[in-house]
């Protein structure tokens, strides 16, 4: 099948997911943004996501997201970095990205920050959270989310929105359930403890397999690649 019409018909099923799994949690089905992670996908799927109709699009890396950018002529396309930030690239993400999922220390944020203020960007942030305690994976420790809370409100061009998390991987999404909750329960305690947190209004969870789940505990973005796109090629043919 040509990719649009594929992708049309696979963006009916994910919102038909969305849809049933919302209204089984009594949410509006419009609370839940669906960013389509087109990560290692080239510029032609980015302009047939967006014929689609997809106005969301996640990528996991600042270079390859650069690329696909400047390939397309997608507009009014709002960006997401769904993936881990280092430090030297803070500049080209304040740039390319209306969303940075990744934030994960104080550090980071205030480079961020210093970036988006240089070139006159505002982008919003989550802040990643590691609930599982995984020494390999990304991912502020709790306690740390608390302190990237308080650097924030001395930030003048970035704006903490919400929080982010990526449990381990498992093929039951049920296994996913206590880190979704856990995740929730975190960004209510914080909202609840601090002044001026209404805005924290941000969850960022669930993936194409367990994206009911996600939605049933409060999620307000899923990140959904293969259930869009189909398996994703091996290497990112932009960067090859
Ligand atoms: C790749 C990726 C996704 C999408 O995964 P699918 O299983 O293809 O839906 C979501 N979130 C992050 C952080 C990712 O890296």
Redesign the pocket.
């Known amino acids: 099948m040509e990719l649009v019409p594929r992708i049309t018909a696979n963006l009916a099923t994910v919102n038909a997911r969305i849809a049933a799994a919302a209204a089984a949690a009594g949410r509006v089905t419009t609370d839940v943004r669906l960013v389509a992670?087109s990560?290692k996908f080239g510029p032609a799927h980015i302009e047939a996501a967006v014929a689609a109709g997809l106005q969301d699009l996640?990528e996991?890396r600042v270079q390859e997201a650069l690329l696909k950018q400047a390939a397309t002529s997608a507009p009014r396309v709002h960006w997401h970095l769904?993936?881990h930030l280092q430090s030297n690239k803070t500049r080209k993400a304040a740039e390319a990205f209306d969303w940075i999922?990744s934030v994960d220390s104080v550090d980071l944020l205030r480079r961020l920050d210093r970036a988006a203020a240089d070139c006159g960007r505002s982008p919003k942030l989550l802040i990643q959270v590691d609930l599982a305690g995984e020494a390999t994976k990304h991912g502020a420790p709790e306690a740390e989310v608390q302190r990237i809370l308080d650097a924030a409100t001395t930030c003048r061009s970035v704006e903490v929105r919400g929080l982010m998390v990526?449990p381990p991987w498992s093929q039951n999404p049920e296994a996913a359930r206590p880190y979704f909750r856990r995740l929730r329960q975190l960004r209510d305690d914080l909202r609840a403890s601090g002044p001026d947190r209404s805005r924290l209004d941000q969850l960022s969870m669930g993936?194409?397999?367990d994206l009911e789940v996600a939605v049933e505990e409060g999620a307000t973005m899923v990140?959904?690649?293969?259930?869009l796109f189909g398996p994703?090629p091996p290497a990112s043919p932009t960067l090859e």
């Open positions: 992670v990560k996640g996991n769904i993936g999922h990526l993936m194409s397999h990140r959904v690649g293969t259930a994703r």
